[in-house]
């Protein structure tokens, strides 16, 4: 089992970047699929970006060329850099921890909010 935290999150104005961070805590991180989703009241959570235990990475066509999914496996966290902020950017970010043989996982979320 995986304890997620999110941090990073805040107020940034259009064009702006911000870095978000998941720290983990449990067994075996490197082994999990990882993933960050976010979420507009309202409307269903949607993916942002993924990267698989063998770093294989994807992105949202909306965010492709904006936003950089990394992992450091040895500190056991998850990043997203997400550079040319934009107002639909706006939402609540989640860490996403996958392994078959476990489960998933989730964070709490941290607020990312572009405006200026």
């Known amino acids: 089992q995986l304890q997620l935290v999110e941090s990073g999150g805040g107020l940034v104005q259009p064009g702006g970047s911000l870095r978000l961070s998941c720290a983990a805590s449990?067994?075996?991180?490197?082994?999990?699929?990882m993933a960050w989703y976010r979420q507009i009241p309202g409307k269903q959570r949607e993916l942002v970006a993924r990267?698989?235990?063998?770093?294989?990475?994807s992105y949202a066509d909306s965010v492709l060329d904006r936003f950089t999914i990394s992992r450091d496996n040895p500190e056991a966290t998850l990043f997203l850099q997400m550079g040319s902020l934009e107002p639909e950017d706006t939402a609540v970010y989640y860490c996403?921890?996958?392994?078959?043989?476990?489960?998933?996982?989730w964070g709490q979320g941290t607020q990312v909010t572009v405006s200026s």
């Open positions: 996403n921890a996958e392994l078959t043989a476990v489960g998933e996982f």
């Open positions: 449990g067994n075996f991180f490197s082994l999990y699929d």
């Open positions: 990267i698989t235990a063998g770093q294989q990475i």
